[in-house]
């Protein structure tokens, strides 16, 4: 259904190769999901903010050392050091021809300000700006008792997506872990940095009608098919 809907994406709406686009939405909604989707199905590079900061923290670089502690009180790394490591990525010669989906970045106004400036510089427009929506209650039920393997991403959940042996992926036997900011308290203050934070990003995507909102209660094949078929 949604491979369809693509082919008249490519006449002229929604998203097709190429595309730059934004997720946003609060934690735990699956915008990393998503992108991944759309990294594998349509080649636009899937640049996470949040992952790139935990490779820096793993290869213990300064940033890594920097991000570390605001990362596990759910805080926000301070805009100046995130906005240079995203532009690193997104100025690529690699990133410029494939088109990109941005996760867990712009997550401030200060952010969104520069993204506009860098893309203005080099003479690119955004397509689109996705909002995956989803009440707190089930975020909460999402990110209590998530993992994630440490080989190859992939996630899982104890209830709805346990693995088949504990603590091992089923693709690749990786071993499984929680994330350190998984832990209760730090969800709370993560979704409390979303509303402050975060939302006023949807809002200033939303006043230059770029936003399309989809509903992420639903299957993540049924989010994708939103996102891909362009309605609201
Ligand atoms: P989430 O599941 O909360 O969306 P991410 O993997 O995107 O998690 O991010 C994890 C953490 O990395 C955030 O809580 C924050 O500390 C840091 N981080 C990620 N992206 C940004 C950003 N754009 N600005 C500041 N900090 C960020």
Redesign the pocket.
């Known amino acids: 259904m949604a491979e369809e809907l693509l082919e008249k994406d490519s006449k002229g709406q929604g998203m097709t190769k190429g595309s730059r686009m934004i997720l946003v939405g609060?934690?735990?909604v699956g915008?990393?999901t998503q992108a991944a989707f759309l990294e594998a199905r349509l080649g636009l590079k899937h640049l996470?903010?949040?992952?790139i900061?935990?490779a820096e923290v793993e290869a213990e670089t300064d940033l890594g050392r920097l991000?570390q502690s605001?990362?596990n009180?759910?805080?926000?790394?301070?805009?100046g050091v995130?906005i240079e490591m995203?532009a690193k990525r997104i100025r690529s010669d690699e990133v410029r021809k494939s088109g990109f989906v941005l996760?867990?970045?712009?997550?401030?106004i200060r952010?969104s300000v520069a993204l506009d400036e860098m893309l203005d510089a080099m003479d690119m427009r955004l397509d689109k700006v996705v909002s995956i929506s989803a009440s707190d209650e089930l975020v909460l039920s999402r990110?209590t008792g998530r993992m994630g393997c440490t080989k190859c991403g992939e996630i899982y959940h104890a209830k709805s997506k346990p693995p088949k042996r504990e603590g091992l992926c089923d693709k690749c036997n990786g071993p499984l872990i929680i994330?350190t900011?998984d832990k209760p308290g730090t969800i709370i203050e993560?979704l409390k940095?979303?509303r402050e934070q975060t939302k006023p990003v949807i809002d200033y995507y939303r006043e230059k009608g770029m936003l399309q909102v989809v509903d992420g209660s639903r299957t993540a094949e049924e989010v994708y098919t939103q996102i891909v078929c362009a309605e609201e």
Do not use: C, W
């Open positions: 609060p934690p735990g915008k990393g996470s903010s949040g992952t900061f935990r991000a605001y990362i009180h759910g805080e926000l790394v301070p805009n995130t995203m996760d867990g970045f712009p997550r401030t952010q990110l994330r900011d993560r940095v979303f």
